[in-house]
């Protein structure tokens, strides 16, 4: 999508570490108008799976899946960080690895918010490595709910994470895909 | 608003310790068509403010600004919660002390986020003893923006943090104002 590669080049930063900041838009501050573009591009794409029901993580990807959720006229369920505690039975839970940060930590969604009766897009800001989209994932299936498809506004292709959760059978639909990217070169989409 | 207290009295669930459990329609799981008839009347009451930023609070105040920020055209920001580490110099932040928990914490928003030219709508889900709030305002204060009104979703007129901040002069229009509460009598709007 060409009006969000654009907002990257302009206004993404490309921070040490591989790290694409798209802080001034897309996470602590969000772009709402900018946001609802990408919306109706995720409504075109997915508008003919009944969707029931968005499924996103907190905090940077709940913004932008309200949006898209007014478009489909469906409600947003976010997954919870839950650190410490063991989730309670009242939960659906899967467990997030972070090699970057030697940590690990349960994501969370109360079972009365899911079912086996919804058809879910997942919907999230960022696609990288792929570990927080096989946790909302594996929510879904232990609810018994139907990924109909995923809905990223940036995915990293070199960090391969994408192409291993497609290869699994699932719909993924980025709207922009970042092929290469380091602070001397910028930014190459796919 | 009508709409708003009739889905509390349906889907709100009273806890006990003073608790109202909204999860299913304005916290966890988002009603983003019941949000969008929220964002309408909040613009309806603002529109004249000339309005070029929503502030909100992580996680639960994301959704409804996000929709709100659709109907202003503006972007939202949202304040970070921020534990151990003290903030750098990049930020605005102000302490949040939760007399519930025994704990307090820091919410930040980067300086480059929010400045002097913006007049600012605060948004939240929750208005109860008024701490977050109080922290939004004095953020947005330190950063010389000018604060032209509060929405919020559901007031509890009777913790009298919203009266508080109604004497220092600030406008808040909170969209079900509840004036007493318990898991026998029900619900009592104002």
């Given at each position: 999508m060409k009006l969000l590669e654009d907002k990257i080049l302009t206004d993404g930063i490309i921070l040490p570490g591989n790290v694409l900041k798209v802080d001034s838009f897309l996470s602590q501050q969000?772009?709402?108008?900018?946001?609802e573009k990408l919306a109706e591009?995720?409504?075109r794409l997915f508008e003919n799976e009944k969707i029931t029901k968005i499924v996103t993580i907190e905090a940077s990807g709940i913004g932008i899946a309200c949006i898209a959720a007014l478009k489909f006229g469906v409600p947003?369920?976010?997954?919870k960080k839950m650190r410490g505690a063991n989730p309670s039975s009242d939960y659906y839970s899967s467990k997030i690895v972070s090699y970057t940060h030697g940590t690990s930590y349960n994501v969370v969604i109360p079972k009365m918010h899911i079912s086996d009766s919804d058809n879910v897009l997942i919907i999230d800001d960022f696609?990288?490595?792929?570990s927080a989209l096989r946790a909302?994932?594996?929510?879904?299936?232990?609810?018994?709910?139907k990924v109909c498809g995923v809905g990223i506004a940036?995915?990293?292709t070199y960090q391969g994470g994408a192409d291993k959760i497609r290869n699994m059978g699932y719909r993924i639909e980025s709207l922009a895909k970042i092929k290469k990217m380091d602070d001397i070169g910028g930014i190459e989409f796919c």
């Open positions: 969000i772009d709402a108008p900018l946001m591009e995720w409504y947003v369920v976010y997954a696609l990288a490595n792929g909302l994932i594996k929510i879904c299936e232990n609810a018994g709910a940036i995915e990293k």
